[in-house]
């Protein structure tokens, strides 16, 4: 069984970085992808990034792009998301999820086939 589970969240200021980690336990296929979401209070998951493991290709929500990078290490099982100038809408839930193939422009919560705990990121303003 394939399990995420996710670290690195906090509390930060606006303006400020916090890098999160998705460590991977289990069989994991070259095939598959990776991906960040967020839940804020009150609101829907949402799409954050995604990365293939074996490619390395990335995709973003408009929302990040240009403030935040996905990235991986195979040889860890190990997905990051650097997260630069925060702002204070950017305070959810963030949840690592993997899919059993291509993962590229998938950004609905059903397409994913198994998820982490979620881990918290608080930015004050």
């Known amino acids: 069984q394939v399990q995420p589970v996710e670290s690195g969240g906090g509390l930060v200021q606006a303006g400020g970085s916090l890098r999160l980690s998705c460590a991977v336990s289990g069989r994991t296929f070259s095939s598959h992808a990776l991906a960040w979401f967020r839940q804020a209070p009150g609101k829907d998951r949402e799409f954050v990034a995604s990365i293939s493991w074996s490619s390395g290709i990335t995709y973003y929500a408009d929302s990040v792009k240009g403030r935040f990078t996905i990235s991986r290490d195979n040889a860890k099982n190990t997905v990051y998301l650097q997260m630069n100038s925060l702002k204070p809408e950017d305070t959810a839930v963030y949840y690592c999820?993997?899919?059993?193939?291509?993962?590229?422009?998938?950004?609905?919560?059903?397409?994913?086939?198994?998820w982490g705990q979620g881990t918290q990121v608080t930015v004050s303003s």
């Open positions: 999820a993997g899919r059993r193939g291509s993962g590229y422009g998938l950004v609905k919560v059903t397409f994913y086939d198994y």
